[in-house]
């Protein structure tokens, strides 16, 4: 299957810390990644995964762990900017054809 | 600048016309993509080209015909057949079709058809 799971909403407050997780089931797994949308604009890439473990860019972390098909982006410092939709998505096979997850708005509040 | 160009940003259709979304990258890429999203799903894969006069369907071509005569170009056209052309339609582009590659998106197009 394709299914690739992540909240629809999260709330969270200025300066904290933010977790957002994905699963997924799929086969022919061979990478994720996360992306950041802003209403009405297109997705920016954060982040790329293929082997488990922890990918550290500045304010945004990226974990994979393959073997339970889980992945979660981390969000430290937040500014107000930084609401907006994340999207987890994975490519398949031997390409780079991508299946997303359906995004987690991400609400940041003073 | 490097980068992706759709354009229009807004198109409205009246039901029963085709319509062409056009986009451009000067990015040298040889991979195009197109997705559409809709309110409350995830972007979806309308059709992918790895090469000039080469493209492959994606998950939910029906109603969709797209093109590739110049490496910068790959015009989507949405049919009359399409039951439920309104979407945000958005054109990417990688290297290549290699896995690991990111996807660079263009701006997008909001379709409307009354």
């Known amino acids: 299957g394709q299914n690739i799971d992540q909240p629809t909403e999260m709330t969270a407050t200025e300066g904290a810390i933010v977790q957002i997780n994905c699963t997924y089931q799929t086969s022919g797994f061979n990478g994720l990644f996360w992306y950041q949308q802003h209403a009405g604009e297109a997705p920016t890439f954060l982040s790329y995964n293929v082997l488990d473990g922890l990918e550290e860019k500045g304010r945004f972390s990226s974990f994979l762990s393959r073997s339970k098909g889980y992945s979660y982006l981390l969000l430290k410092e937040l500014q107000m900017k930084d609401s907006a939709s994340y999207l987890c998505a994975v490519s398949l096979g031997g390409g780079n054809k991508l299946t997303f997850g359906t995004g987690t708005q991400l609400k940041v509040e003073l | 600048d490097g980068g992706i160009t759709q354009s229009p940003k807004y198109l409205f259709r009246k039901e029963g016309q085709n319509v062409t979304l056009s986009c451009e990258q000067n990015?040298?890429?040889?991979?195009m993509y197109w997705y559409r999203q809709d309110p409350g799903q995830g972007l979806r894969l309308i059709y992918y080209?790895?090469?000039?006069?080469?493209?492959q369907k994606g998950d939910i071509a029906e109603g969709y015909s797209v093109s590739r005569e110049k490496k910068e170009s790959f015009p989507l056209t949405v049919t009359s057949a399409q039951k439920n052309p309104t979407a945000f339609y958005l054109c990417?582009?990688?290297?290549?079709?290699?896995?690991?590659?990111?996807?660079?998106f263009g701006p997008g197009t909001r379709l409307t058809v009354t």
């Open positions: 990015l040298n890429h040889d991979a």
């Open positions: 990417a582009s990688s290297i290549d079709l290699a896995g690991g590659y990111e996807q660079y």
């Open positions: 080209s790895q090469i000039v006069n080469d493209f």
